[in-house]
C-alpha cells in the first residue's frame, strides 16, 4: 500500500506561479514513475506530467510543456510539480499518481493522492 498527500494548490492570478508536492509513503519500492492528473469540472481526468524515479526522464503533456516542470527528490520520497505562466484553463484539482511503469492512462497507475485544488483567475 502506499500513501500519496499533496499540498501546495490555492488561488493564483493568471501569469502567475504555484509548486505542488507529492509525499509518498508505505511500500514505495515499485513506485518507479510518479505523475500528475488532473480534473476540471465537467470533464475527464488528464495527464499532465510523469516522471522516473530511476532516469529522471520526465513526460508532459502538450498542453503544459514549456510551462511546467516535474522533479523528485527520492531521499524525501517526494514529487514536486513546478507550475509558471499559469492560465485559466489551467484550473482543476490536481492529483498525484504513482506506479511501475510510465503511461499517460490514469489506470495504470495503482495508487492516488486525493486531490489539491488549483484555480487560476483571469
Known amino acids: 500500500q502506499v500513501q500519496l498527500v499533496e499540498s501546495g494548490g490555492g488561488l493564483v492570478q493568471a501569469g502567475g506561479s504555484l509548486r505542488l508536492s507529492c509525499a509518498a509513503s508505505?511500500?514505495?519500492?515499485?513506485?518507479?514513475?510518479m505523475g500528475w492528473f488532473r480534473q476540471a469540472p465537467g470533464k475527464e481526468r488528464d495527464f499532465v506530467a510523469a516522471?522516473?524515479?530511476?532516469?529522471?526522464?520526465?513526460y508532459y503533456a502538450d498542453s503544459v510543456r514549456g510551462r511546467f516542470t516535474i522533479s523528485v527528490d527520492n531521499a524525501k520520497n517526494t514529487a514536486y510539480l513546478q507550475m509558471n505562466g499559469l492560465k485559466p484553463e489551467d484550473t482543476a484539482v490536481y492529483y498525484c499518481?504513482?506506479?511501475?511503469?510510465?503511461?499517460?492512462?490514469?489506470?495504470?497507475?495503482?495508487?492516488w493522492g486525493q486531490g489539491t485544488q488549483v484555480t487560476v483567475s483571469s
Open positions: 499518481a504513482a506506479g511501475a511503469r510510465y503511461t499517460i492512462v490514469g489506470a495504470g497507475y495503482p495508487n
Open positions: 516522471i522516473s524515479r530511476i532516469d529522471r526522464a520526465t
Open positions: 508505505g511500500r514505495t519500492a515499485s513506485t518507479y514513475v
